[in-house]
């Protein structure tokens, strides 16, 4: 069974840094697309960053490019978001997603339905 487990968030200034890890479980991960979304109150999960399966191919949303930086490390089964300036519209639940099925990234790989395993989310709070 695959499971995914997020750690790294927590409550910083606006301004601050902060890096988030998914370690996944169960099955290597070199084949397939991972994603970090984000959840706000009342609203809908979105994508703020897409990475294939060696981490050759990256993609960002307009509202994160230039602060979020996705990264992987296969030996070690984990994925890495690295946000620096964050903002306090950046606070949110973020959560890790794996597709299983897909090595690349596609002009669709930011609809959270393709995603066939998630994590539990870690919270991310930034004061203004």
């Known amino acids: 069974q695959v499971q995914l487990v997020e750690s790294g968030g927590g409550l910083v200034q606006a301004g601050a840094s902060l890096r988030l890890s998914c370690v996944v479980s169960?099955?290597?991960?070199?084949?397939?697309?991972m994603a970090w979304f984000r959840q706000a109150p009342g609203t809908g999960r979105d994508f703020v960053a897409l990475i294939n399966g060696n981490g050759g191919n990256t993609f960002y949303p307009d509202s994160v490019k230039g602060r979020f930086t996705i990264s992987r490390d296969n030996t070690k089964n984990t994925v890495y978001l690295q946000m620096n300036s964050l903002k306090p519209e950046d606070t949110a639940v973020y959560y890790c997603a794996a597709d299983l099925d897909e090595w690349e990234l596609h002009s669709s790989s930011g609809r959270p339905d393709l995603y066939d395993v998630w994590g539990q989310g870690t919270q991310v709070t930034v004061s203004s």
């Open positions: 169960g099955r290597s991960l070199s084949n397939s697309a």
